[in-house]
């Protein structure tokens, strides 16, 4: 299973580890990182380090970030160019991340990174979006006569 580390600025990854908790449930090989305000670059990577040690399984590991060119990403891509089996997505959103540790078994780790991207962009939207897109869906059943 792909191992995934999820890290953002202050309460990010413990919000969003929460939520995905009350969603989706306990979720194995999954570890996240906060960086609060009063932390350092070091003490990041020493914590992403640990959970690298603590949750690799072999199969790979995705950090999952909340800014591109935000320590949390800056940092776990310097991890990555020293192992060809991490990955860094950034950009993470609920959807995404809830979606990921769902369907991470059955992909590999550059499925995972393309998958989690896409899922992310998809859990972009609005209402008014939505309810065209539902529009335009209807639109096309009563067309072919449905």
Do not use: W, Y
């Amino acid at each position: 299973m792909i191992a995934v580390i999820l890290s953002g600025h202050g309460g990010f990854a413990s919000g969003i580890a929460q939520a995905i908790h009350q969603v989706i449930g306990e979720q194995a090989q999954f570890k996240f990182i906060d960086f609060p305000e009063e932390s350092t670059t070091p003490q990041l990577e020493a914590q992403m380090r640990q959970a690298i040690t603590d949750i690799d399984s072999g199969e790979g590991i995705v950090f999952l970030t909340d800014l591109l060119g935000g320590t949390p990403f800056r940092t776990a891509s310097l991890l990555s160019q020293e192992r060809n089996d991490i990955q860094v997505v950034t950009g993470t959103n609920l959807q995404m991340a809830a979606e990921m540790l769902l369907e991470r078994d059955e992909l590999n780790l550059l499925e995972f990174r393309d998958q989690a991207l896409e899922c992310g962009h998809r859990g972009i939207t609005s209402l008014a979006a939505e309810m065209a897109l539902r529009n335009e869906k209807e639109a096309v059943v009563e067309d072919d006569g449905i």
